[in-house]
């Protein structure tokens, strides 16, 4: 009778048990399988390195409790490194890590428009959900050779310095470099400025600057209504460096899109030494071996296989295109240092801003006789080759004419000439900050310096008399500034049109005389 009992209570500890495992099934998804997770073993500043998940892939998104993101960047024997998308600090050893089974991908399309968003495609601008079209992989391959066209279209600054002597076309890779606080992210911003009817999509990339200079650089955009064709992404120097390390390529696939849609796209990316030194501080803590400044040894495939991405693309594979102005620093003026010259190398051209024109009251302070463009002379606009055509070697023949006059040497009568006109071209390509110029306008300011108009002007004077030329171009000879815009070469008669409206425009200034700056 006892045994009896016993039988009959363990058959309901087992009906029971079979119950609760069959309520668990039931609430559980159809075809579920075993997840593979690993365990965190060392929790470092932006990196975590595990243990388990034996299948895990290269790049792949791993998930950690609180719903925190890292990538896969090492995969060693027995060990996993992994780079933070999201701060460490919550993260303890012996923490479960999930499996994901996707790549890094980031929210593309015209949702992002006016948005500020991180490197992972977070909105950072307090605008609600970003409405994404699609999702592309942050790491995609360069479109093949055969898919590209070459460069034909220009992309105008509206910096008179650079769209008449380093020229760059769109689907070109144009270097901007310098020294820290000389202007290199303003030269970004008026272009991006600029292209308020050029119908090109502008992607600004900030990687490890303060919040604060991104705030008054998304400030500038927005006062000038350069929002609604931009897109800003952010990784500031207080995110994750992993998070810093992915950004350029996420803004690259954001750019990519657009580019396959057949559209234009201009990407800044500001700036690469911060981003070299981001992967240099992912790579040592994760202990990968150190090479040249401590740099690993892939630095230069991290850039090359981002910008290889900028092309313009033929007609049946979208036909947009993708230009990139990388920016990076220097220091003490060296062009010569490691990161410099690997993306120099990488780039199409440089553009280089020289320390000693800032502090002499140059702007922008373009060095041009080490800035130059290998690409974007072909896209040209026809009236700038046929106005600027000399005028690269006879201004940098000045600079060094003028470094000669200044021991005090007697000079003729035609080396003083060709100095007057020389320090009337410098006042010519000075130009203030966020004020890009129309393409017309440039060519008849141009033109009147070059032309001799303005030999009679005073140095001083000259910002007057060129802003009279300019109102003069546009007020008179409207049709012709519209077939500047449209590419048409420039007759002899159309020279003479501009230069007879320059003088008209500056009369009663002239006979003021000569000035020595």
């Avoid at 699609?134 to 995609?140: F, I, K, Q």
């Avoid at 009251?361 to 373009?366: E, F, S, V």
């Avoid at 700038?384 to 005090?408: H, K, P, T």
């Avoid at 000259?462 to 300019?470: F, G, L, Q, W, Y």
Wanted: net charge neutral; glycine share 10%; hydrophobic share 40%.
């Amino acid at each position: 009778m006892e045994k009896t009992g016993k039988n009959a209570t363990l058959k309901q500890s087992l009906d029971s048990t079979l119950n609760a495992m069959e309520r668990v099934v039931a609430t559980h998804k159809p075809g579920l399988k075993p997840e593979e997770v690993g365990v965190v073993n060392f929790v470092g500043r932006g990196i975590v390195r595990l243990s388990g998940m034996d299948s895990i892939r290269a790049e792949e998104l791993v998930r950690f409790p609180g719903d925190l993101y890292g990538l896969v960047f090492n995969i060693d024997p027995g060990e996993i490194g992994i780079i933070m998308l999201d701060p460490s600090e919550r993260i303890n050893a012996g923490d479960l890590v999930h499996r994901t089974g996707r790549v890094l991908d980031v929210p593309v399309g015209d949702g992002l428009l006016g948005r500020v968003v991180d490197a992972l495609g977070r909105p950072l601008d307090n605008k609600g959900e970003v409405h994404a079209t699609a999702r592309l992989p942050v790491e995609r391959e360069a479109p093949p050779i055969m898919h590209r066209d070459p460069v034909t279209v220009p992309l105008q600054t509206g910096i008179k310095a650079i769209d008449a002597l380093i020229p760059i076309g769109r689907g070109q890779r144009e270097l901007i470099l310098g020294d820290r606080q000389i202007g290199k992210t303003t030269i970004a911003l008026d272009t991006i400025i600029n292209q308020h009817d050029k119908d090109v999509i502008c992607i600004y990339c900030a990687i490890g600057k303060q919040s604060s200079d991104v705030a008054k650089s998304i400030a500038i955009l927005n006062e000038h209504d350069a929002m609604r064709y931009s897109v800003v992404v952010v990784a500031s120097g207080e995110e994750p460096p992993g998070l810093q390390f992915v950004a350029p390529y996420a803004a690259t696939s954001m750019g990519e899109y657009f580019m396959s849609q057949g559209k234009d796209v201009l990407v800044i990316y500001d700036d690469l030494t911060r981003h070299a030194r981001a992967y240099r501080e992912l790579s040592l803590l994760l202990r990968r071996p150190p090479g040249r400044e401590a740099f690993p040894g892939d630095i230069f495939y991290i850039h090359s296989r981002m910008l290889e991405r900028s092309t313009h693309l033929r007609k049946e594979y979208g036909g947009g295109s993708l230009t990139a102005l990388p920016i990076i620093e220097t220091e003490a003026q060296d062009m010569s240092s490691y990161i410099p010259t690997n993306l120099i190398s990488i780039t199409d051209g440089q553009i280089y801003l020289s320390p000693n024109l800032f502090q002499k009251g140059i702007l922008p302070p373009i060095d041009v006789g080490k800035s130059v463009s290998r690409v974007g002379g072909k896209a040209q606009l026809p009236a700038y080759r046929a106005v600027a055509g000399d005028m690269r070697i006879a201004y940098s023949q000045f600079e060094e004419l003028e470094s000669f006059s200044r021991f005090g040497t007697r000079l003729d009568e035609d080396t003083k000439k060709r100095l007057e006109r020389g320090w009337r071209v410098r006042e010519i390509l000075k130009q203030p900050q966020y004020r890009p110029i129309p393409v017309a306008e440039q060519i008849a300011s141009l033109m009147a310096v070059t032309g001799g108009i303005l030999d009679d002007v005073a140095v001083d004077e000259i910002p007057s008399a060129e802003s009279r030329v300019r109102e003069g171009m546009t007020r008179h000879l409207a049709a012709l500034c519209a077939r500047i815009y449209q590419g048409d070469k420039l007759s002899l008669d159309d020279f003479n049109a501009i230069l007879n409206t320059a003088k008209e425009a500056i009369r009663g200034m002239t006979g003021t005389g000569h000035a020595n700056p």
